[in-house]
């Protein structure tokens, strides 16, 4: 079946460094994708990943292990407004999104 | 289980015909839902914003004569891509929220529309 995992909730300090991991299995893999959503409003895309590897975004890093079937998300110098949910989903042969059931992060003063 | 249902899940059809999406939500009333557009490897594009009992919100650049959204019940909202067309090929996706404070965002699990 198709399954992606990622932990409930983190919590962390603002100024710290936070790594949001997600693990996947999917029918065919056509890429990965992050996306930050606030409480009560849509989702925004975050990152794209579909090679092997790091890719940085200013503050944020999304990285991606195919062979591993997992990718991470890494926020750096949090702030406050980066307390949200954060959603990995997987894209599958047909381009459908497997979507995880996100990351709560939680961000401390 | 999924809390909400898109249908189809994938449709070909020819340059010229019209094409409906439902998108469901099953065990709780949504006034509110999110239509999306995602092309091969881009991000998800918000296409408009489905109200019920009232007229959708539309984003720039989407022509609201082309993609007509029916919102008549709490719990059915409807997208029709209307004349299609080849480049209107793409991934469809709505999403619903449950009518209270700090609910979720659910989403369906797409429709891939291919137009030949």
């Known amino acids: 079946g198709q399954n992606i995992d990622q932990p409930t909730e983190m919590t962390a300090t603002e100024g710290a460094i936070v790594q949001i991991n997600c693990t996947y299995q999917?029918?065919?893999?056509?890429?990965l994708f992050w996306y930050q959503q606030h409480a009560g409003e849509a989702p925004t895309f975050l990152s794209y990943n579909v090679l092997d590897g790091l890719e940085e975004k200013g503050r944020f890093s999304s990285f991606l292990s195919r062979s591993k079937g997992y990718s991470y998300l890494l926020l750096k110098e949090l702030q406050m407004k980066d307390s949200a949910s954060y959603l990995c989903a997987s894209l599958d042969s047909n381009y459908q999104l497997i979507w995880g059931a996100g990351t709560k992060l939680i961000i401390k003063p | 289980g999924a809390v909400v249902s898109q249908h189809p899940s994938w449709v070909i059809c020819k340059s010229g015909t019209s094409v409906k999406i439902e998108c469901r939500s099953l065990?709780?009333?949504?006034?509110?839902m999110f239509w999306y557009r995602q092309f091969p490897k881009q991000s998800l594009m918000l296409m408009a914003t489905s109200n019920e009992g009232s007229k959708a919100t539309y984003e720039q650049g989407v022509e609201k004569d082309k993609f007509l959204i029916n919102h008549a019940s709490l719990t059915l909202s409807t997208l029709t891509v209307t004349s299609a067309h080849p480049e209107d090929s793409s991934f469809y996706i709505c999403s619903a929220r449950a009518d209270r404070e700090n609910s979720p965002l659910h989403f369906g699990n797409g429709t891939r529309l291919t137009v030949t």
């Open positions: 065990d709780f009333q949504a006034t509110t």
């Open positions: 999917t029918s065919g893999f056509n890429g």
